[in-house]
């Protein structure tokens, strides 16, 4: 059953539910998940509703529901492809709705091109939805990673927007709802979806068949995010050598203000990390961010609210002291500025290598 796909979320479907069955259901929506709370899966939720298809096989099946998500370019001189052209690959992924946008990109083979919704997805998109619904109902139409709509195909997007065919429902879906075009923005209900109760994750770990005791320590860390509960539990071997390769950093950075030929050490660990694909790059900074922030927690007396746990069997009280309220802000805005550099295809040898120098100026400044 579609209803299967969310966990949690119960106050925000109801309402939702409710506003289809009054026919008050906005016709252009913008489900805001920023922490992987579950945006896809509503969407897919509600899309069932719409067009009384209760199972994700019934959806998929249904020929008003359309999906518009970023693709990756298949080569030089080829064709531009569209998201039609993975549509088998688009099932497999709801299956667990709850992927990112790495994620995707890792399923598409992508290597480190990043995914975009270009102006031939939105011309071809066009002709589909100017069509009279196959069933005489409703048409649905979900666009996931709308933060990727490039300016050319948001102004498309636009005109049917303003003018939309009747019974016709746009959903989009976005982890960054700033990245979308104001114009597109100003014309949709927005919806926020909260994060996730710590007992919800817990039980849903519970009945996947998880134990008791690791349900707990994974729904504490995971901060309110489904996406992130799932990550955890099926990627402890990526977080083992994340940690390693973050320690590793740490370590040459404090080391460089007494022996300067650390630094070679640093440009040879921005080297190996140059190496991982980009979805797994980015993937590490975001360790990094949270192993940041629990050093911070731990500094400022607040270690009750995280449950860190070293598989390098790393002290994070050693670390926490240097962490201040004067280099936390520059060095959460470092990582942050690497990730969005790594999305734009940055160079990923030369930033490493700068974050790395960076980061042994930042750990050693101290309040006061």
Known sequence: MLHDLLVGQTPLLSRLKQAIQDNELPHFQLLVDENGAGGLALALVLSGELLNAPSLDRLFNYPDLHFIFPTISSGS??????????????????????????????????????????????????????????????????????????????NKLLKVLEEPPKATYFMFVTAAAKRILPTLRSRAQMVFLPPLKTQEIATALTQKGVSDAEAENVANRAEGSWAKAITLITNSDAEK??????????????????????????????????????????????????????GMLHSYGAKQLHTFHSQHNFKIERFAPFINSVNLLPLVTLLEESHYALIRNANSKILFSDLALKLTRLLHQKEG
């Open 77 to 154: 001189g080829s064709r531009t492809v569209v998201s039609a052209d993975f549509m088998d690959l688009w099932r497999d992924f709801c299956q667990n709705p709850y992927g990112t946008h790495d994620a995707w990109m890792q399923q598409l083979s992508a290597g480190n091109k990043q995914g975009l919704i270009g102006k031939q997805e939105i011309d071809e998109f066009h002709q589909k939805i100017s069509l009279k619904s196959f069933g005489g109902g409703a048409k649905v139409v979900v666009v996931w990673g709308a933060e990727h709509l490039n300016e050319t195909a948001s």
């Open 241 to 294: 050598e994340f940690e390693g390769l973050w320690i590793t950093v740490l370590r040459a950075a404090f080391q460089a203000k007494k022996n300067k030929g650390v630094v070679i050490d640093l440009m040879q660990w921005a080297e190996e990390i140059s190496r991982l694909n980009r979805p797994l790059q980015l993937a590490f900074v975001n360790y990094a961010l949270d192993f940041v922030r629990v």
